[in-house]
């Protein structure tokens, strides 16, 4: 089993940046993909990105394409979201899920989910 655990949340201006985290627990966090999802209020949760578990592939929504990386460390079981030229649109609570099958934009394919950590993007 994987616990996974985000942070880094917060409010920040239109423009600015943040970088979430994803801690997760347990030995066979390089052995899943891992994505990362959102969720505003109101509105189905939607694929950001998703990482290989090798970090070799990525994949991004079109909506944060070039403004968002998403990148793991293996050594530190830690996946991270870097999100710069934020927009109020962006604003949602983040989920970071692990997939033992593969990297996917289907929400429904992934096993582990975190609680979640709130990003609220002023104008």
């Known amino acids: 089993q994987v616990q996974l655990v985000e942070s880094g949340g917060g409010l920040v201006q239109a423009g600015g940046s943040l970088r979430l985290s994803c801690a997760a627990s347990g030995r066979t966090f390089s052995s899943y993909a891992m994505g990362w999802f959102r969720q505003a209020p109101g509105k189905e949760r939607e694929f950001v990105a998703a990482?290989?578990?090798?970090?070799?592939?990525?994949y991004y929504a079109d909506s944060v394409k070039g403004r968002f990386t998403i990148s793991r460390d293996n050594a530190k079981n830690t996946v991270y979201l870097q999100m710069n030229s934020l927009k109020p649109e962006d604003t949602a609570v983040y989920y970071c899920?692990?997939?033992?099958?593969?990297?996917?934009?289907?929400?429904?394919?992934?096993?582990?989910w975190g609680q979640g950590t709130q990003v609220t993007v002023s104008s």
């Open positions: 990482i290989s578990w090798s970090g070799g592939s990525t």
């Open positions: 899920a692990a997939d033992s099958l593969g990297p996917t934009v289907s929400r429904y394919e992934y096993d582990y």
